[in-house]
């Protein structure tokens, strides 16, 4: 699976967008994009995931851009419960010769400043 | 909440002893992975098991054993305790079903060996 970098921590203000950005620049052509939170020591939560378009649900959006290589995580409006390690990982999907099992890195620590 | 159960919450134990941690998957679910994470290591892949058969296995020591029962639960055994296995020990299981790379962890078992 490829690598990804992030950068180690990052604040945000209170109620404005929180833009987590993370690279993989040797991403294959089947690796998804996924994105997990660690708030505190709880068990990671999965948040989103894509392939080559931008997804949106109710947590969040995901914008992969057009050479995938990068790709950007917006907290539209964040509150100070989405302080949390953020953890981009890519992987490809079961099926491909692939357990299903994800490789966690370092992360980045969000913290939401009122 | 997940739907996985760990237990148990919290373990203090002493060198040289040995442990089992147990994790009930989600209702249905019939992947099992398991984690650690230490201060200094972050989320570590241990191993994986898919309806009673090890499908994948990642850094974990050879005193460390896992088994998934004809009921889906699983047990993660420690022995000959070291310091250094002081850890978070996360389960987590995954949908059958299309794969859509989530993982729903449990709430993780705290060891502490003293």
């Known amino acids: 699976d490829a690598k990804t970098t992030q950068p180690p921590s990052m604040d945000c203000a209170e109620g404005r967008a929180a833009n987590l950005p993370c690279n993989h620049s040797t991403i294959s052509g089947n690796e998804y994009v996924y994105w997990y939170r660690q708030i505190h020591s709880q068990g990671p939560q999965y948040i989103i995931h894509g392939l080559k378009n931008n997804e949106t649900n109710e947590m969040a959006s995901l914008i992969i851009t057009e050479d995938r290589k990068s790709s950007t995580l917006i907290l539209p409006h964040a509150t100070l419960r989405d302080t949390a390690v953020y953890y981009c990982i890519v992987r490809v999907g079961v099926g491909s010769g692939n357990t299903g099992k994800l490789i966690f890195g370092q992360g980045t620590t969000l913290q939401v400043k009122p | 909440d997940s739907g996985v159960t760990q237990t148990p919450k919290h373990l203090i134990t002493a060198t040289g002893q040995r442990v089992t941690l147990r994790c009930s998957p989600r209702?249905?679910?019939?992947?099992v992975y398991w984690y650690q994470q230490s201060l200094d290591q972050g989320l570590q892949f241990l191993i994986h098991?898919?309806?009673?058969?090890?499908?994948a296995k990642g850094n974990i020591l050879e005193r460390f054993s896992a088994q998934q029962f004809p009921d889906l639960h699983s047990e993660l055994n420690l022995s000959s305790l070291e310091l250094g296995d002081s850890a978070l020990y996360f389960c987590a299981s995954s949908a059958r079903g299309p794969d859509t790379g989530e993982l729903f962890f449990g709430e993780g078992s705290r060891l502490t060996v003293l």
């Open positions: 098991y898919y309806n009673g058969e090890e499908r």
């Open positions: 209702s249905g679910d019939l992947s």
